[in-house]
């Protein structure tokens, strides 16, 4: 059996709004019941994301319900997933790329 191999692209946290920061924070914390898991309209419920310390987030770049996400998150996933990444780890300490815009928050 060959060894399965997945790419990861790296980006800034900044490259996402502070509000969908926030509720990508409080979706790790306190996850959907899975009943709002299967509502293709409600993006919080679609998404694979886990905590990446205090740095950031890893994301799935083929999570379902992109047309319903925030238009920056939508937009790192097309990037990366342009780039031809599998997942997203989005770093504080991450330099920012020409590509995306930044968010201050």
């Known amino acids: ?3 399965e191999t997945h790419i990861l692209a790296c980006l800034s946290t900044g490259h996402v709004d502070e509000n969908t920061a926030k509720e990508i924070d ?22 694979v994301a886990e905590r990446w310390q205090d740095y ?6 083929r999570s ?6 925030p238009l920056s ?11 031809g ?5 989005f770093d504080r300490d991450c330099a ?4 995306l815009p930044v968010h201050d928050w």
């Open 85 to 89: 990444a599998d997942w997203i780890q």
């Open 26 to 47: 409080a979706l790790i914390q306190y996850p959907l019941p899975i009943a709002a898991r299967g509502n293709p309209a409600i993006w919080q419920g679609q998404i």
């Open 96 to 99: 920012p790329i020409d590509d």
């Open 73 to 83: 998150l939508q937009t790192c996933l097309a990037v990366a997933e342009a780039a």
């Open 1 to 3: 059996m060959a060894l």
């Open 56 to 61: 950031g987030w890893f994301i799935w770049v």
């Open 64 to 69: 379902p319900g992109r047309d319903a996400m």
